[in-house]
């Protein structure tokens, strides 16, 4: 089925273990972005990219890197995991910068950091 | 004061019965989005409205613009309607995200 798919869905981290999460969407969407969702607050932009090689900050990208080497794939990283950094994490995208179209997003990945 | 407020924070309901979730926004939109998160689950994407009234199967999606206000509603709800509602804005660069709002529809 088309859509967004987020791997992994589930990972523990030790504090300062670096990860990837990885985003892959068919649908041929220009937008992609990375959101945490924390309890008790809306969802936050990380980092989001507006093509194939481009990537811009969000409202919360410290402690995060991306990379859009290719337009199907959005990787997070983090590069010394924190506990600050226990979320539940989406990834969504877009067929244009507005949401004309709307959003898809994908089934999370929840990361639990100790 | 969040930008996006949605009340209230938490519904129940018994089957049957209509439902309405409300979202207030103070910054200037060009759409607003009602997306719905199952537990567990991902975030699927319900509406986008930027005027008026959309309707899908049971839902219904309205907003006023010019009150800056939106409402969804759900009528003959049942238990797989259960659920976390999110209201989300389109403002000038980013989208602005609600803090949900949990449905228990009861048999």
């Known amino acids: 089925n088309a859509g967004v798919t987020q791997t992994p869905k589930f990972r523990v981290l030790k504090t300062g273990q670096s990860m990837t999460l990885l985003c892959a969407q068919d649908m041929n969407h220009e937008y992609m972005y990375w959101y945490r969702q924390d309890p008790g607050m809306g969802l936050r932009l990380i980092h989001y990219?507006?093509?194939?090689?481009?990537?811009a900050k969000g409202e919360v990208p410290d402690g995060y890197n991306v990379s859009r080497l290719k337009k199907q794939n959005f990787l997070l990283g983090l590069e010394s995991a924190a506990p600050s950094q226990t979320s539940v994490y989406f990834c969504?995208?877009?067929?244009?910068?507005?949401?004309?179209?709307?959003?898809?997003f994908g089934s999370g990945t929840r990361l639990t950091v100790v | 004061k969040n930008e996006v407020e949605q009340s209230p924070q938490n519904l129940t309901a018994q089957e049957g019965e209509f439902i309405t979730i409300n979202c207030s926004y103070s910054?200037?939109?060009?759409?607003l989005h009602w997306l719905q998160q199952h537990p567990g689950g991902g975030i699927v994407s319900l509406f986008m409205l930027s005027s008026g009234k959309k309707k899908h199967g049971r839902l219904i999606a309205t907003i006023n613009i010019q009150e800056k206000h939106s409402s969804l509603h759900i009528t003959a709800s049942h238990p797989r309607d259960s659920a976390v509602y999110i209201c989300a804005v389109k403002g000038v660069d980013k989208l602005i995200f609600g803090t949900g709002t949990r449905l228990q529809v009861f048999p």
């Open positions: 910054v200037g939109i060009s759409a």
């Open positions: 969504a995208s877009s067929l244009s910068g507005q949401g004309t179209y709307g959003y898809t």
């Open positions: 990219s507006v093509g194939e090689g481009t990537t």
